[in-house]
């Protein structure tokens, strides 16, 4: 049985405590609005190089391979990881190390050192991680063009090379502050046990977030409907099509959340059954919904090979033309609710993303809690869905990524005729 409680620390920082009796781990997680979202073409990676950095030293353990020693001798595990819009860290340990974890874990979050050897050392990481980030590519260019929203979350190589030791710190003031920050402990421990040990180990934080994110809702797409990027050794093709949709309400998130799972998140959904299944036209196909601050996106995810590129992409457009054309049957929408309905029960199971849920709950306040999800989800309609369908997977603003092998004129041009003819509705 999960036992949730929320105090505030004397700097202001949120602190929820959620008490898990039959955990056999203590995870301690802390999360924050920072990411590429705040970034500007000069600073684009900063985010994410600053979450690397806090690995690196700190106040208590100045370097580090004394980090990583410092966990092993309780057992603990750390990691961090930036998005758009939230920068993460976790520590898991055994519950009988509480306090060395949250001394651990405070000074790691609270106090870095930002040490101008080890921020060169680190530089070499993040390049190699470039590397593989820019020859991915992203549909977020297309529907997000020259916006924070299209950006890496790496940065770019040039922007890394030259950050500065004053840059960072500068960042980190900005955003590592009480009031754009939640820390939560999760596993067999109380509310009463924690408090006195995360005043103590988080107290060093200060400040007042004030850093402003540049709007994306008037933000225009790419003219052309599909871009292609060649990556000679890959030995399939893989299309990123993309749906823009601003922020949605309570209820509408759980519309869309059904959608795409009645499109192609679960594995009954239309597109695993339909088109990989049945017609084996696809290596793998999946869809994700995204919601950012003011806006989002619905993306189809797929892998063919040259032979079936063509026909893949027109039964994914058939699939989702059908959606709007007609009301999903009461079997299959039953079907994906329980589906749906199971995943966010699943969260209790899942130390590590029922955190990141609550603190997604604190940061941006548009989120329903986990019991009103369930609820709002229960009682979706089909008429609901299709009406959805038809706002969100509109035929002419779909916006298609495709890499993989070089493709000749004449290929591309078929391709670009596929969504031609579905923006038509033909």
Known sequence: MLQTERFTLSSGLPVYVLTQPHLHALRLDFFLRDGSRWESPSTSGLAHFAEHLLFTGNALIPSKREI???????????????????????LMTRPSHLARAL????????RPRFDSVELEAEKRIVLAEIGEELRKGSVEELLWPDHPLSYYVSGRPDNVRHFTRDLVVDHYRSFYVPDNAVLTVT????AGDVRPLVESSFSALGGTFTAQALPATDVSMAAQPARFSTVADMPSFSLSLGFRLN????????????????LGASDTSRLFLGVREERGLVYTVDSMLTLWTDVGSLEVELNASRRRLRPALTAVLQEIGRLIAEEVPARELARAKEWQVASLEGLLDEPGSLARRIALEELFHDMPSLPEAIRLTETVTAGEVRAAAEAVLRPDQGRLFVQGP???????????AILRQYARGT
Do not use: H, K, W
């Open 247 to 262: 922020r949605p309400g309570l209820r509408q998130q759980a519309v869309l959340s059904l959608l795409n799972t009645i």
């Open 406 to 416: 070089a493709l000749d004129a004449g290929e591309r041009a078929d391709i670009r």
């Open 187 to 190: 596993g067999p421990v109380f």
């Open 103 to 110: 001394e651990l874990f405070g000074a790691m979050v609270c």
């Open 68 to 90: 990583a020693l410092a966990l092993a001798d309780v057992g603990g595990a750390a990691n961090g990881e930036t998005s758009a819009e939230v920068t993460s860290y976790y």
